[in-house]
């Protein structure tokens, strides 16, 4: 069995060290977990005012502070941790970005994909694909908050063999994603943790709920809308390895890629 699971919190804006602090003091209720998953721009908060704000509370994926805070608790506890951290590339561009630690360091990173609203004027959109790493125990994928929304992220990361997808998340439209997890891992028979935040910037109220769902579609634990919560549960992946629905229907092998041409069709007036 596996032990996985989600920090649920409220990262501050524009200041790395509360947040820290916040987490330090649930760390205990996460330390025997062999994965476990944060929020969305953990390290800096959400709701900037202007790109420069963004650079402003901005670090390397590998070496920043928050990253290697992170990495200090997989080395103490022996476990693997994925978080979203607002990344200063070595463009100089910010993106929105999820990084996957474990005890021997950095190990890979995903950036969004999907930007949501004004995120559009901060962040410059993923450009590293949909990355697969193989952990031994697990082969994981990454997505974040609005990536939710488009089913092709899933299957394209279960199509590369993800077992799990780590989906740290800000989620600000209340009732919908959480809804749409149990149903992305069922159609995909994956595993799926979404950490999402808390709290309120300016006009923001982010809506809790984290959610870790199994390949059944089945919700194993969720957070309440509001505070801060850690949850732990024991998953065994090889569920996610069994890809049949009935004797004689695979949700993979039964697929017919021949008539989905339309999905890579780009429509007209497509990245507003």
């Keep these: 069995m596996t032990k ?13 060290s509360p947040t820290i602090g ?10 025997e977990a062999d994965l476990v998953v944060l929020p969305e721009l953990c390290n800096s908060g959400y709701n900037f005012t202007s790109i420069d704000q963004a650079r ?34 070595e463009d100089g561009k910010p993106y929105n970005t999820a990084v996957l630690l474990g005890p021997n360091g950095h190990i890979g990173k995903y950036r969004k994909l999907h930007l949501f609203l004004n995120e559009k004027d901060i962040f410059a959109p993923g450009n590293l694909g949909l990355p697969v790493f193989d952990l031994g125990f697990c082969k994981l994928g990454m997505l974040i908050c609005f990536d939710w929304i488009f089913p092709e992220t899933w299957r394209a990361l279960t199509l590369k063999g993800a077992d799990i997808v780590c989906h740290p998340a800000n989620l600000v439209i209340p009732g919908l994603c959480q809804r749409a ?22 006009d923001l109220t982010f809506t809790g709920l984290s959610t870790m769902a199994n390949p059944k579609g089945e919700v194993l634990c969720q957070a309440p809308e509001t505070g801060n919560h850690v949850a732990v549960v024991d998953v065994d992946i090889a569920l996610a390895h069994d890809k049949m629905i009935t ?20 429509v007209p007036g497509e990245h507003p």
């Design 56 to 89: 402003a509370t901005a670090e390397d994926a590998q070496n920043g502070p928050f990253v290697q805070y992170l990495h200090s608790l997989c080395i103490k506890h022996n476990q693997h941790i994925v978080a979203g951290i607002n990344e200063l590339a």
């Design 247 to 266: 004797p004689r229907n695979h949700v993979i092998a039964d697929r017919r890629p021949e008539e989905y041409t339309e999905l890579t069709r780009t």
């Design 4 to 16: 996985i699971g989600y920090v649920q919190l409220a990262p501050v804006l524009g200041d790395s």
């Design 181 to 202: 997890i149990p149903v992305h891992a069922l159609m995909n028979r994956i595993f799926i943790v979404t950490a999402n935040r808390v709290g309120q910037e300016g």
């Design 22 to 31: 916040i987490i330090d003091g649930l760390a205990d209720e996460f330390q």
